[in-house]
C-alpha cells in the first residue's frame, strides 16, 4: 500500500458506476485507505454483490444506491438519501458507456443512450453534489473519469468522445467557477486498463487495435490497476488541496505515441463488423438482464 490506510479517514465518497469495472476497483482503494463510500448503478443484483465483496475490505463503510445516472430527479433524490446520513466529501463521476461502431452506422437511441451517461449523467451528478456543498459552506472535491481521446479525437466512438470531451471542459470550467468555495474539480484520463465490461465493447474481436493493443504504449504494457487506484487515492486525498482544473493521463503516454484512437479499426473487413456487432450486443443482453431499473 503506497499511501497511508488512513489517507482518506473521515471521508465519505460517492463513485458512479461502482459496482463493476474501474468504479469497483476504485471504491475498493478508497475503503481500503479509510473512506466510508457509496456506490451507484442500475443493476441491483451487481450493486449488491459488489458491496458484498467490498465490505470484506472495509466492513459497514460501503453501502449501494440504485439509480440510473441520466435521470436529474432521480440523482436529486439519491444525494438526498445520502445526506441524511452526512455530506459527502466527494464525487467520483465513473458512469459511462461506450462501444465501437462506424459512426454511419449509430442510431440517435445510441448516440443519446451514451451521452446522456456520461455527459449528461455526470453533470447533473456534480451539480446536485457542488450545490449543495455551497449552499452549506463545505468544501469537496469532484473526479471525473475520462479518456485521452479528450485531446485527440477517435474514429469509432465518436459519441463517447464527444461526451467525456465536454466533462473535460466541465472541469476545468467549474474548477474556476467553485474554486472560491474551497471546491476541487479534476478528471483522470486512464489508457488501456482492461475490465470485462468495457473490453467486450472495445474490443470484441479480440484483435487489440489501436487503443486496446499494449504493443502501441510507450510503456508496452496495459496499465495496471493499482496504479490507477494509486492516482485516485492521491487526487481525493488532501495531500494535494492546490490541484484542480486538471485532467491527468495515466496511460504509459500511449496519446503522445499517436495510437491511443481507434483509427486502426479502419481495417476491418464488412464481416469483421458483423462480427464485433453481435458481440456487443451479446454483452448488453447480458447486462439488460441484471438491470432492476
Not at 449509430?106 to 455527459?119: E, H, N, W
Request: proline share 4%; with cysteine.
Amino acid at each position: 500500500m503506497l499511501f497511508d490506510k488512513n489517507a482518506l479517514a473521515g471521508m465519505r465518497i460517492l463513485v458512479t458506476g461502482g459496482g463493476t469495472g474501474l468504479g469497483k476497483a476504485l471504491s475498493e482503494a478508497l475503503l481500503r485507505h479509510g473512506a466510508t463510500v457509496y456506490i451507484s448503478g442500475r443493476r441491483e443484483q451487481v450493486l449488491k454483490r459488489a458491496v458484498e465483496e467490498l465490505d470484506v475490505i472495509a466492513p459497514g463503510k460501503v453501502s449501494f444506491r440504485v439509480n440510473d445516472i441520466r435521470d436529474p430527479d432521480a440523482i436529486d433524490q439519491m444525494i438526498d438519501s445520502i445526506w441524511l446520513e452526512g455530506p459527502l466529501t466527494g464525487l467520483i463521476n465513473n458512469a459511462g458507456a461506450n462501444f465501437i461502431a462506424p459512426t454511419k452506422n449509430i442510431s440517435s437511441r445510441a448516440y443519446r443512450a451514451i451521452c446522456t451517461t456520461i455527459m449528461d449523467g455526470s453533470f447533473y451528478a456534480a451539480t446536485a453534489v457542488g450545490k449543495r456543498w455551497l449552499s452549506d459552506g463545505l468544501t469537496g472535491s469532484i473526479l471525473s473519469n475520462l479518456v485521452t481521446w479528450v485531446w485527440t479525437g477517435s474514429a469509432y466512438v465518436v459519441p463517447a468522445t464527444m461526451a467525456k470531451t465536454a466533462v473535460h471542459a466541465m472541469t476545468m470550467s467549474l474548477a474556476v467557477e467553485w474554486g472560491p468555495a474551497g471546491i476541487r474539480v479534476n478528471a483522470i484520463a486512464p489508457g488501456p486498463f482492461p475490465t470485462e465490461g468495457a473490453w467486450d465493447k472495445l474490443d470484441p474481436t479480440g484483435k487489440g487495435i489501436g487503443a486496446t493493443d499494449p504493443s502501441s504504449v510507450p510503456l508496452r504494457r496495459f496499465g495496471r490497476m493499482e496504479e490507477l487506484q494509486n492516482l485516485v487515492v492521491f487526487l481525493m486525498s488532501d495531500g494535494c488541496n492546490y490541484l484542480t482544473g486538471q485532467t491527468i493521463a495515466i496511460d504509459g503516454a500511449h496519446h503522445l505515441a499517436g495510437h491511443n484512437t481507434f483509427a486502426g479499426l479502419s481495417a476491418l473487413t464488412d464481416q469483421d463488423w458483423i462480427d464485433a456487432r453481435e458481440a456487443i450486443q451479446a454483452s448488453v443482453e447480458k447486462e439488460k438482464q441484471q438491470r432492476s431499473v
